[in-house]
């Protein structure tokens, strides 16, 4: 997209709002699919908790791609969109039997992370396929609250339990069509990755109905020139031959499923946002913002570096800034970053906010949520309004 395009956006829909663009969606997505092109069957499960407007999982579903899902809501929202059940697998972590059941029966795809659940569904439901999620505790991830598998994780069942998964699969007589594993977000190294893949090869050898093996997701996206990122073209060289190998010794053709979220919408989005106030103190330049954590938290919850651009001066000279919210207690953006000179009023653009930005907002402060809006074949389209006031009378009794 280009700067005046987001200007434009700004001025028709107001600030501050979220933009996504269609292009770079797709332009992921092939690059994905292009990496394991030689792969006979592979599926690609959107992780819809990164970006979850429909209009996004309609271009999801158009691209080709299935969902991935971990709530009830998220199941029913993707049957809105118009996922065929088939097309969408239910990985929850720590739900109730009964939201599991309920998923059962809108016919999707069940992903079990612990032995209890195992032992209880496969009782009641001995007929119903499930996919098991193993933990193969091996650290593929950055930031501690997003690595999931380690060994101290409640996300999976650990791989040191693979006898009992056998007991409780043979006792109740359950399918097991399906294992997977996520280790968590920002894979670098991808030795670690295919070490981690090797576990699951391992596993599955134990389970003769399969019909896929979920590899997760974790993809790591640049959020700033010369970060580094998961190089997905050398990924899918190594990984699909191995796993054509894998394929062979275990006597058929399963499929390569992975569920990127990040990877997918992440550098598709922009925030727009504009600058309320330039104040000056002792010791540095605050740039306020008409936004803050409410409507982008990522910066403050995980420490996360969103590239800042000032749109509305983009040849300015650059100068040292504090970029911070609105929220009356510590909101910063961003310290000390060089931005091209801000004056009050401008366009500042947030880069990297397709995915866990729109769908971690809040209403704190009781402020508002911002409308989203879709790029796609250089025309603007509102896909959700701005909340208004009555959006957070909705549902008080008073
Ligand atoms: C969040 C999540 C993903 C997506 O992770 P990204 O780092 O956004 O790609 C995939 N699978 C599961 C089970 C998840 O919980």
Same mark, same amino acid.
């Given at each position: 997209m280009k700067i005046n395009d987001l200007l434009n956006i700004a001025n028709t829909y107001g600030s501050p709002v979220y933009v996504y663009d269609a292009q770079k969606i797709a332009s992921q997505y092939n690059r994905l699919t292009n990496a394991f092109a030689s792969v006979p069957k592979l599926r690609i499960n959107y992780a819809m908790k990164a970006l979850s407007n429909i209009s996004i999982l309609k271009l999801m579903k158009d691209l080709g791609a299935g969902l991935d899902t971990v709530s009830i809501q998220e199941v029913q929202l993707g049957l809105l969109a118009g996922f065929d059940p088939q097309q969408i697998i239910f990985t929850p972590n720590g739900v109730s039997m009964d939201e599991i059941e309920e998923a059962m029966r809108l016919g999707v795809q069940l992903n079990i992370d612990n032995l209890s659940f195992l032992e209880q569904f496969g009782t009641q439901h001995p007929e119903i396929p499930v996919c098991i999620r193993i933990n193969p505790h091996v650290m593929a991830g950055g930031n501690s609250n997003i690595s999931v598998g380690h060994i101290d994780s409640k996300f999976g069942i650990s791989i040191h339990q693979i006898p009992h998964i056998l007991r409780i699969v043979e006792n109740t007589k359950m399918h097991i069509n399906g294992i997977h594993m996520h280790t968590g977000s920002d894979i670098l190294d991808i030795d670690v990755f295919l070490y981690a893949a090797e576990i699951l090869f391992e596993t599955a050898k134990h389970f003769k109905d399969l019909q896929f093996i979920d590899f997760g997701s974790g993809f790591k996206v640049p959020y700033k020139e010369g970060d580094i990122q998961t190089n997905i073209e050398e990924l899918g060289e190594r990984l699909s031959s191995r796993f054509a190998d894998f394929c062979?010794? @275990?006597?058929? *053709?399963?499929?390569?499923? #992975?569920?990127?979220? %990040?990877?997918? &919408?992440?550098?598709?989005? @922009?925030?727009? +946002? %504009? &600058?309320? &106030? +330039? %104040?000056?103190?002792?010791?540095? +330049? #605050?740039?306020? =913002?008409?936004?803050? #954590?409410?409507?982008? =938290?990522?910066?403050? #919850? /995980?420490?996360? *570096?969103? /590239? =800042?651009?000032n749109i509305s001066n983009p040849e300015g000279k650059n100068r040292f800034y504090s970029v911070v919210g609105y929220i009356c207690e510590t909101d910063t953006f961003a310290s000390n970053r060089q931005i091209a000179e801000i004056t009050e009023g401008d366009i500042l653009c947030f880069h990297n906010a397709g995915a866990y930005c729109y769908t971690m907002a809040s209403n704190y402060n009781s402020r508002l949520r911002p409308a989203e809006v879709l790029w796609q074949n250089g025309e603007a389209k509102l896909i959700r309004k701005a909340e208004t006031f009555e959006d957070l009378l909705r549902g008080q009794i008073y």
């Open positions: 062979k010794e @275990y006597g058929r *053709n399963l499929t390569l499923a #992975f569920e990127p979220g %990040k990877f997918l &919408v992440s550098e598709a989005g @922009y925030f727009l +946002v %504009k &600058v309320n &106030v +330039v %104040k000056q103190t002792t010791s540095t +330049v #605050f740039a306020g =913002i008409d936004s803050g #954590f409410n409507h982008l =938290i990522r910066p403050m #919850f /995980y420490g996360a *570096n969103h /590239y =800042i651009e």
